[in-house]
C-alpha cells in the first residue's frame, strides 16, 4: 500500500516484552494500532486490552518514547547508550524514573529497545520490548 508521508494508516502489531534477567516473557499486545511514518518519525498508538491503556510509541533516529496512559500515567523516553529520566504519574503523586538503554533498534517492520530501570545507579530491573509492525490483517 502507498503511503503519503504523515498519512495514518492501521497495521497489525505485536508487542513483546522480555525481562533480561529472570527471562520471563510477556505479550504486552497483539491486535490494530494507528501508525503514521512523518519525516522519520514512526508513531504508533493503540490500547492494551484488559488494562484499558492508552498507549502512544513516538520512533525517532535518536531516540523513542512512550506514553502509557490509564491507571498509572507513564512518560519514558529511551536513547541509545543513554541514561535517560522518565515519570510514573499515580493517586499517590509522580516518581521518577531512571532508565538506561542497552540497545535501540528503529527499522521499518520493528522497534526494538533493551534497557535497565535504575534506582540511582543500582539496577532494579531490565526488559527487551519488540514492537512487530504487518500490515492491517484483512
Not at 504486552?28 to 494500532?33: D, K, T, Y
Amino acid at each position: 500500500m502507498l503511503m503519503i508521508s504523515g498519512d495514518s494508516m492501521k497495521k497489525h502489531i505485536v508487542v513483546k516484552q522480555k525481562h533480561l534477567y529472570t527471562e520471563e516473557r510477556n505479550l504486552m499486545f497483539e491486535g490494530q494500532a494507528f501508525f503514521s511514518d512523518s519525516n522519520g518519525c514512526l508513531r504508533l498508538s493503540y490500547t492494551e486490552r484488559g488494562s484499558n491503556t492508552a498507549v502512544s510509541v513516538e520512533a525517532e533516529n535518536e531516540g523513542l518514547r512512550i506514553q502509557r496512559d490509564g491507571e498509572l500515567m507513564t512518560r519514558l523516553t529511551f536513547q541509545h547508550k543513554k541514561q535517560t529520566t522518565g515519570s510514573v504519574l499515580s493517586e499517590f503523586g509522580t516518581i521518577d524514573i531512571g532508565v538506561f538503554t542497552h540497545k535501540y533498534i528503529k527499522r521499518e517492520n520493528i522497534i526494538a529497545i533493551e534497557y535497565d530501570i535504575l534506582s540511582g545507579d543500582e539496577v532494579t530491573d531490565g526488559y527487551r520490548i519488540l514492537w512487530i509492525l504487518k500490515e492491517d490483517k484483512v
